[in-house]
């Protein structure tokens, strides 16, 4: 072969090995986004699922406990006291996650323990505006001050 076409071929070959690269590059990094995607929707479903089957068990542990002991006795009352305030952090939470939504959010998750409120958003990041529409519907609702609540954009 003559040397101009050995240098024609090895300027194709690295033309070729960079477009290579280039293209890698590139659809890594689309993979990464749809990853980053589905990783944020799975996490949602996932938490609901794994909140409500906790709390499925939960009940079914206060009704053995009332079904099982006397009216009178103080485990039976704390377990009908439990399992009513299990149910009333249920209602809180679906109605301040649907008001959540309504505003525009994609998602939520609320998370009451005690006094504090966990408030995961589905969003990359948020605007003070926006941190102060969830936080006023969750003040409003659950009665709490500022201080406990924590707002977290997933």
């Known amino acids: 072969m003559k040397k101009r076409t050995k240098i024609i071929i090895l300027s194709l070959m690295v033309v ?17 986004e749809t990853n980053t995607q589905v990783t944020t929707s ?11 089957s906790t709390r499925d068990q939960e009940i079914l542990y206060y009704d053995a406990i009332i079904d099982n002991g006397d009216p009178t006795d103080a485990a039976v009352i704390s377990a009908k006291a439990a399992k009513l305030e299990l149910i009333s952090n249920m209602e809180k939470e679906l109605a301040v996650e649907g008001l959540i939504k309504a505003q525009g959010f994609e998602d939520c998750v609320i998370s009451l323990t005690g006094s504090k409120i966990n408030v995961v958003v589905k969003a990359s990041e948020l605007s003070e505006t926006e941190v102060a529409q969830i936080s006023s519907i969750v003040t409003e609702q659950l009665n709490v001050a500022l201080k406990n609540i924590v707002i977290i954009p997933a």
């Not at 070729?16 to 990094?29: E, H, P, R, S, Y």
């Open 16 to 32: 070729l090995l960079g477009v290579t690269g280039w293209l890698n590059i590139a659809l890594n990094k689309s993979a990464t």
């Open 42 to 52: 799975s996490y949602f479903a996932t938490y609901r699922s794994d909140r409500q």
